[in-house]
């Protein structure tokens, strides 16, 4: 692996990329002005603080403090080294490092043990579509699947394949190409026998449903029984490379039709997703047998904010799209329902009613949020009794109460009005009094515990004149290749008084002793340490004159200088209290007109 990439080579990629286009491979970005905002990937937000400049070609989030240049935003979003993020850039960019660097495909070292892994899942997955697509074994495997409904279109797609009825064969196969039977086992391809240590293969005449991770390293399988064999799915376990809570099925297919359509359509099972794919509904994604998770939702997040959760029609299936939907509502989701009918899933209801029908009726009828909560509060309850019709009624009135905007208030308390022939403002008085019992209820309860994040929140606290001045004068510094020497000149040979500031204008008389002209993403790619990096895309973010007035810049270095001298007062007024507790009143006396002095100075 070669130890340095030459710095005519960083220069080429960094001039050939735009960051913002490869940031939004990861944050979903809508311009405002001349940046473009979106959620931060590096901790968990509702509001936008993520902010990407085209012009400089930084990022910095206000929330958090992560900033840097498109560089360091791969290094610390896939916890890779700065060798690693230039090889997947100068991929993008198509330019020639002229190094022997090894990475994964992705841009991403890993140890030879999980690359192992990764390799002899790949290695299964072309065999087992090579199985099932094209050899006798497979063929009664592939005759059970054309008469379920898949197309060899689906089949190619998701690559599915066939695991022979063989208990060693997977075994042998990979021992074979020298993978080590050991971490085989680790990755969940094989199991180990306690009697005598011998070892099986976990998957035997089973239909192979590979899956992916996000960026299309096939990480696990999924196994499904031709007949009436137990488990109907057998699933990997978990391992070092798949983790249930994290990945999301076909996601990795799934993101351009998802960031086009600025949809996600979220199933329960991928066998969902692979027949709403082939009826033409291409956004679809799908947990792993697990409930949804803050993992997901970050994940989806990022490329979108509007989610129609698609979920079986059956209690398990609606109380599962209840649970999904109040979580994608807390995480600032806009969210809709897809309902069908008589208890089907959504494989069930393509096969009974075709795909334009599903497309039409189920997903492009979906329900609103609230509508969908008016179905799910409404059942196990007799309307026509009265009792359950008013706990039904309050309980609507508590979810209406709960809702931002007049309309939409206005809206359904219509709708409660005209189902139940209830007077309109009898309703309205209700709902303010249901708005003040609940507001009185959460009063003084301790506030829901955000998810953490990976760093804490940057400190709001008004600052003290010298550090806001300091901080212009960066900012000026960093725009300004004189004014750089400028303001060297006029602190006479002292420094800042904030460690990192002085840590990062000395970076920068370094930096315009071998570059002529400011360049942002390349001063950031320059300083060696990452929270001098974050403080510097910060300050690049300020808003500041264009122009630096003599006057301005005079201040400035004003406050920074008058700073040490403040510290001083201080230092002697502590000296002068204690000459006076002494009852050396002389020395008291000539400590009083030293502070004098420094105030004049001032």
Known sequence: MAERIAEEKINQIRQSVDIVEIISEYVQLKKQGRNYFGLCPFHGENSPSFSVSTDKQIYHCFGCGAGGNVFSFLMELEGISFLEAAVKLAEKANVDLQVNFSVNGKGKSVSPE????????????????????????????????????????????????????SWDFVYKFLAKRDFLPEI??????????????????????????????RNGNCIAFSGRSLGADEPKYLNSPETVIFNKSKILYNFHLAKPNIRKLQQAVLFEGFADVIAA???????????????????????????TESITICFDSDKAGIEAAFRAGNMLIDAGCSI????????????????????????????????????????????????????DRLAYIETILKEISKLTKAVEKDHYLRQLASEFSISLDALQQQLKQVFFTEKKKSHGQTPPINKP????????????????????????????????YRVQDLLRGNTFNIDEHQAIITYLIGFYEEHMNPDSSAFLTYIQDDNLRRIVADIEMMSINEELSSQELTDY????????????????????????????????????????????SL
């Open 184 to 213: 085989m086992e680790k990755a969940g391809l094989i199991i180990k026998r306690e009697r005598d240590g011998t070892y099986f293969d976990r998957f035997r005449d089973r239909i192979m449903f590979p899956i992916f991770d």
């Open 114 to 165: 999980l690359q192992s892994m990764l390799d002899a899942h790949e290695l299964l997955r072309k065999f087992y579509h090579h199985l099932l697509v094209n050899t006798k074994d497979g063929q009664h495997a592939l005759e059970y699947l054309l008469n379920r409904g898949f197309t060899r279109e689906s089949i190619d797609k998701f690559q599915i394949g066939y695991s022979l009825n």
């Open 557 to 600: 270095i004003k406050q920074v200088l008058n700073y040490q001298k403040l510290l001083k007062i201080k230092e002697k007024e502590v000296e002068q209290k204690e000459a006076e507790r002494q009852s050396d009143f002389s020395k008291a006396a000539a400590i009083g007109n030293e502070i004098i002095q420094l105030r004049k």
């Open 453 to 484: 994040s990976v760093r804490a929140k940057q400190d709001k606290k008004l600052k003290p004149a010298h550090y806001t001045a300091e901080r212009r004068l960066i900012a000026h510094m960093l725009r300004n290749r004189d004014t750089a």
């Open 336 to 387: 809709k329902v897809s309902m069908m009918s008589d208890g089907l899933d959504p494989d069930e209801y393509i096969k009974k009613n075709g795909p334009e029908k599903f497309r039409n009726e189920v997903i492009g009828a979906s329900h609103t949020w609230m509508a969908f909560k008016f179905l799910y509060f409404r059942r196990g309850k007799n309307l026509q009794i009265e009792g």
């Open 277 to 303: 794919d082939k009826s033409g509904v291409e956004n679809g994604i799908a947990t792993m047998g697990t409930s949804l998770t803050e993992e997901h939702i970050t994940l989806i997040r990022q490329n």
